[in-house]
């Protein structure tokens, strides 16, 4: 029996415009199997209702989600007034209504409430674990835990649009753990009535956006594997707010052994001028990313080796 195919060592960033009714994890595995990647992961869960932008790393990138996921996102979304439902969005089943619709001027008159560092309490239909299950398998066993609420960060909010009197269209520009579900219902009950999301979409993960975005029919189930590599983006685009530091291919070495690199020598003052203490950085060889390392006590020590 031959052994199993395992794909090959792909490294780099696909920004993939999701498309509604797919699973986050869905979207993954269907990029996987078109570059014959070997490994991948995404930065940010969308839910599968969702559009937009579901940022895809590829082998050595996996090693940067974290710090794509901690950039800024940017929504788009459309809150239905006067009913609320059981998961906060259009899939759920119906648990209040009201006959109240705000206008234009009482929605902008509350929005400043919710920008800046805010306490939000998650939805019960979310992937947040109590004592190992998900929180919506158990609201879904009818055991809906008690969700403590949590600060995040909105940076921006604003009002798009009011299409009818039923609906009005939202965007959003939000830190890490914000669930614009409970946004949406929150916003619905500061105007005293009832709400849910209809629809939502996503248009920004730090620094990728819809710019550099492409559907699964353009990278296309046929595609040469060749061809749909040519979509790919560096690893180091995840990184764009981390300072880069030059380094030598000697220190590159250690680094890559995991070793410590002292950076103490007068010649090395203008490198580490832009550092403060517990800074992290992403050393570069020849225009090569080597790893992301952390500044301390003179010398940089590598957090994540880019095997590249």
Request: aromatic share 4%.
């Amino acid at each position: 029996m031959g052994r199993k195919r395992r794909g090959r060592p792909v490294h780099g960033w696909i920004v993939l415009d999701k498309p509604e009714g797919m699973t986050s994890t869905a979207a993954v595995g269907a990029v996987k199997r078109r570059l014959d990647a070997a490994k991948a992961g995404h930065g940010g869960t969308l839910d599968p209702f969702a559009t937009g932008i579901l940022p895809i790393a590829l082998g050595e990138a996996t090693k940067t989600v974290s710090w794509a996921m901690d950039g800024m996102k940017r929504y788009r979304f459309t809150v239905r007034w006067g009913i609320a439902t059981d998961t906060e969005d259009r899939d759920g089943a119906v648990t209040a209504e009201s006959d109240i619709r705000p206008d234009r001027a009482a929605v902008e008159a509350i929005l400043d409430r919710f920008i800046g560092e805010i306490e939000q309490v998650p939805p019960a239909y979310s992937a947040i674990k109590f004592g190992g299950k998900r929180a919506y398998d158990l609201a879904r066993e009818g055991k809906a835990p008690e969700m403590p609420p949590r600060m995040v960060t909105i940076e921006a909010l604003r009002l798009l649009e009011l299409p009818d009197e039923n609906h009005a269209i939202f965007e959003a520009v939000c830190g890490k753990g914000t669930y614009i579900r409970a946004l949406a219902r929150d916003i619905a009950l500061a105007l005293g009535t009832a709400g849910h999301l209809v629809a939502l979409r996503r248009t920004q993960v730090g620094p990728f956006d819809e710019e550099c975005a492409i559907s699964l029919d353009e990278l296309g189930e046929n595609m040469h594997v060749a061809a749909a590599c040519e979509y790919l983006l560096p690893v180091e685009t995840a990184l764009d707010d981390i300072p880069a530091l030059a380094v030598t291919e000697i220190e590159a070495g250690r680094l890559r052994n995991g070793q410590a690199v002292s950076l103490l020598r007068k010649a090395d003052l203008d490198r580490i001028a832009d550092l403060e203490s517990g800074d992290t950085a992403l050393a570069m060889a020849d225009g090569k990313p080597v790893a992301l390392v952390r500044y301390t006590a003179g010398e940089i020590k590598p957090v994540r080796v880019l095997n590249l």
